[in-house]
């Protein structure tokens, strides 16, 4: 936030500096209980003895631990029952978005990638099929309708992250706040394990304390599927060694052959029509004034067009450095608006376009609340663009007051 400060004095010592967190805790009288999952025979492409040897593990699994998240066959678009398995294989990502040969920049790239899937629309099955099915579709698919839920973007990101060579595992479990969710898991060189949230574009390792995983259920590569069995579910208390069968029980004998991969080889992208994204950058742009303009009815409103240029300026720099974000308070044009101004305001930063959202976000700052008769707004909105109609979006609302 810009024009405000963090008083470090008064954290305790010892204490380390973490974004803020509100842990909530929300009950419900009478408590409800969850529907049970649907239960149907679909048609499937699979050994029906795979089929029956899958049932007869996932049966004993769930009666073992019952609130985990573990399956081992997803229903596709065509109504066909096939393993998970099936939609893990190294798939390449955009061209522009891969590194040079050097582990730095390997895992910067996946952190470009996760940001990348991450701004694909999250819609739940529920709405992008009107059913009650859990249906996985494909990469390629997914790129197409541009709309999944957590499955397709982990599928997405893990194939991304073979791609480059990594290891990596799709992980099934339950989170905070999607509940059954699915993530990606990654090892780096010295067996360190991290996970990924591919639908907020946040990593986290094993032991982080503020990871959202709080359950790990399964775990899925291109060969296997392997169960929790240990005692505990979550990620900082368990141990990721597959090879360990007195940890993880594993779906499929290690000598089987693995299973053909329904992915495509090879995914096409297109260019984002720069015309439109600049078309869309001043419809926000409009859109955000206009809604400011309503929420101060009876108040003038100004617009400092100055420091507009300057904020425009900082935000391509937010979009580059998104892992660690400048302080743009060191931006020498905007600290000397700051030396004759106090100015305070927000970036606020859009996976999506959703011109509802966008005004209700800049509404919610209370940015417009102020009535100081000097009071001039600033605002700038910079939208990027990457391969396939896929933007990332920014919007610097701010007030001076001289």
């Given at each position: ?6 008083h ?47 049932h ?65 629309p ?10 009650s ?16 839920d ?17 290891r990596a ?13 699915a ?10 394990h ?12 094993q ?48 000598d ?9 080889g ?27 303009i ?12 100055h420091?507009?240029?300057i904020?425009?300026?900082i ?17 020498a044009e ?22 509802t959202?966008?005004a ?8 417009h ?17 990457y ?11 701010a007030?001076?007051?001289?």
């Open positions: 936030m810009l024009g405000y400060d963090l470090t004095h008064t954290l305790p010592a010892g204490a380390t500096l973490n974004s803020p967190h509100i842990q909530v805790f929300i009950t419900l009288e009478p408590p409800l209980s969850t529907l049970p999952p649907l239960v149907d025979h679909f048609d499937s492409i699979e050994d029906p003895h795979l089929l029956k040897h899958a007869t593990w996932l049966k004993s699994q769930q009666e073992a631990y019952p609130t985990r998240n573990v399956s081992t066959t997803a229903l596709d678009m065509y109504g066909n029952r096939i393993f998970l398995t099936r939609y893990i294989t190294p798939q390449n990502p955009p061209q522009q978005l891969l590194p040079a040969n050097t582990a730095e920049n390997v895992f910067h790239s996946m952190e470009l990638l996760t940001r990348y899937v991450s701004h694909i999250f819609i739940p099955d529920t709405i992008t099929f009107l059913g099915c859990d249906i996985w579709t494909s990469s390629e698919q997914f790129l197409r309708m541009l709309a999944g957590e499955e397709e973007h982990a599928i997405l990101l893990c194939n991304y992250f073979l791609h480059l060579g990594q595992w799709l992980v099934l479990g339950h989170a905070l706040p999607e509940g059954p969710t993530y990606v898991l990654t090892e780096d060189a010295g067996g360190g991290r996970l990924w949230n591919p639908c907020t574009g946040k990593h986290y390792g032991y982080d304390p503020y990871s959202p995983l709080w359950s790990v259920g399964c775990v899925v590569s291109d060969q296997n599927i392997w169960a929790n069995i240990q005692p505990y579910e979550d990620a900082s208390r368990i141990s990721f060694d597959l090879n360990n069968s007195a940890h993880w029980r594993q779906l499929f004998s290690p089987m052959e693995p299973l053909q991969t329904i992915q495509l090879t995914l096409q992208y297109t260019e984002t029509n720069a015309q439109e994204t600049l078309a869309l950058r001043e419809r926000i742009d409009r859109n955000v004034r206009d809604h400011m309503s929420l101060r009815s009876g108040l003038v409103t100004r617009w400092n067009r420091c507009a240029r904020l425009q300026s935000l391509p720099g937010l979009e580059e450095q998104f892992s660690s974000p400048p302080n743009v308070e060191q931006h905007l600290r000397e608006i700051m030396d004759s101004h106090k100015m305070f305001g927000y970036p606020l930063h859009f996976g999506s376009y959703d011109a959202r966008i209700h976000t800049v509404e919610k700052t209370g940015i609340l102020c009535e100081d008769e000097s009071v001039e707004y600033s605002l700038a909105v910079y939208v990027h663009a391969p396939n109609d896929i933007i990332s979006i920014w919007v610097f609302i007030a001076l007051i001289t």
